[in-house]
């Protein structure tokens, strides 16, 4: 599945999210995990919040 998300970095299942400004203080990055029964967001950051959830998402943990 691609996933609609300006400078997306794709690792196979794991997808960074990157944030405003590649990221920086205080957006930061977060990643979309893919696997073959759920879709975990890890850490979603203030970009997220601010665009939405590219995907259809089942959990999402925070560090």
Same mark, same amino acid.
């Given at each position: 599945?691609?996933?609609?998300w300006p400078d997306a970095l794709?690792?196979?299942?794991?997808?960074?999210?990157?944030?405003?400004?590649?990221?920086?203080?205080p957006?930061?990055? #977060?990643?979309l995990v893919r696997g073959a029964h759920q879709?975990?967001?890890?850490?979603? #950051?203030?970009t997220v919040a601010e665009r939405g959830v590219p995907a259809p998402i089942d959990q999402v943990l925070l560090s």
């Open positions: 599945m691609k996933i609609n794709e690792l196979g299942p794991v997808t960074v999210l990157t944030g405003a400004e590649r990221g920086k203080y957006h930061g990055n #977060s990643m879709t975990i967001l890890i850490d979603p #950051s203030l």
